[in-house]
C-alpha cells in the first residue's frame, strides 16, 4: 500500500512540477492536510520518544499545568478563522528546560511550550499571544511549506512513508531547542503575528499578547547589551512589537491585559 501511495505521489508531483515549476521560492505547497498530519504524528511520536533530547512532562505527573495549558488552548480554537480546528488534533505539550525560550508547533497542530517560555512570561496574556502565533504557524501551513523549502519534498515524503528515520530526527531538531534551525519567512512571522491578534480579538485575553515577549527581550537586550539566543534566529523584533500593535489598533479589540492571578499558580505547578 505504501509503494502505491509513493507512486501515485510521485506522479501526481511530477505532474504538479511540469505544470506550476516547483521552485524553491514560488510558494507551492504539495504536502495535503493528511501529510501533514501524518508528519506530525510522526515528529510528535519521535519527539516524546526521546527524553534525553525533549523532556516531556507526563500529564498524568502534572495535570494541573496541563489543565491549565489545555483550557487556554481550547478558548484560542474557538476561533472561527482557525481553518483546520477540527481536521488537526492540536495536541500540546510541554518541555522540561527552563534555559529555553521557545516554543513551536508541527505539521498537524502538535504543539510544544518550554518551561523556560513559560516562566519568562509574566501573565498568560503573553502565553495565549505566543500559542496564537504558534497556532497560525500550523493552521496557516507555515511550518510544512518551510520543511519543504528546507528539506524537499522527497525527503519529506520519505519521512512520511515511514523510510528516513535519519531525517525525522533531523526535522525534530529544526523545529525545537535551544538549536532549533527552521526560520520562517519574514512574511510568514508577520501572517502568524497578525492571525495571534486575531485569535484573541475572540478571547478574554489581550488581544495584543503577543508583543510583550519580544518587548520584554528587547529592553534586556538594551540592559545588558547582549542578544538573546532567540532574537538571532528571529528578525525584527522592534519592527513586530510595532506590527502587532498595529494590526490590535486595525481591529480595534481590547488591549486592556487580563493578567489572571492564575498564572502565577500555573507556573508554580511546573517542576
Not at 504539495?30 to 501533514?36: G, H, K, M, P, Q
Request: glycine share 6%; proline share 4%; net charge negative.
Amino acid at each position: 500500500m505504501k509503494k502505491l501511495y509513493a507512486r501515485n505521489f510521485l506522479l501526481w508531483l511530477f505532474l504538479a512540477c511540469f505544470i506550476f515549476s516547483c521552485g524553491d521560492d514560488d510558494g507551492i505547497l504539495l504536502f495535503s492536510i493528511e501529510d501533514d498530519k501524518a508528519l506530525g504524528e510522526q515528529l510528535r511520536d519521535e519527539i516524546n520518544n526521546s527524553p534525553e533530547e525533549y523532556p516531556v512532562l507526563n500529564p498524568d505527573e502534572y495535570p494541573e499545568a496541563y489543565a491549565y495549558l489545555l483550557a487556554m488552548r481550547d478558548e484560542v480554537l474557538a476561533s472561527e478563522d482557525i481553518r483546520y480546528r477540527e481536521e488537526f488534533d492540536w495536541e500540546t505539550y510541554i518541555i522540561e528546560d527552563d534555559e529555553v525560550l521557545n516554543a513551536f508547533a508541527a505539521p498537524g497542530g502538535y504543539m510544544y511550550f518550554y518551561t523556560g517560555l513559560i516562566k519568562y512570561l509574566d501573565n498568560a496574556d503573553d502565553l495565549a499571544g505566543v500559542m496564537g502565533h504558534e497556532i497560525a504557524h500550523a493552521d496557516r501551513r507555515h511550518t510544512s511549506r518551510q520543511l519543504q523549502r528546507t528539506y524537499g519534498i522527497q525527503v519529506l515524503l520519505s519521512v512520511v512513508l515511514g523510510t528516513n528515520s535519519g531525517a525525522l530526527a533531523e526535522i525534530a531538531a529544526g523545529l525545537g531547542g535551544q538549536l532549533a534551525s527552521l526560520q520562517f519567512s519574514r512574511s510568514a512571522e508577520r501572517e502568524a503575528d497578525d492571525y495571534s491578534v486575531i485569535y484573541l480579538a475572540q478571547t478574554e485575553y489581550q488581544c495584543n499578547g503577543a508583543f510583550s515577549f519580544f518587548q520584554k527581550l528587547i529592553e534586556e537586550q538594551q540592559q545588558s547589551g547582549n542578544t538573546p539566543a532567540f532574537l538571532s534566529t528571529h528578525p525584527n523584533p522592534e519592527d513586530r512589537v510595532e506590527d502587532i500593535n498595529a494590526k490590535a489598533a486595525e481591529l480595534g479589540c481590547d488591549t486592556t491585559p487580563l493578567a489572571p492571578a492564575s498564572y502565577q499558580d500555573f507556573k508554580n505547578a511546573l517542576p
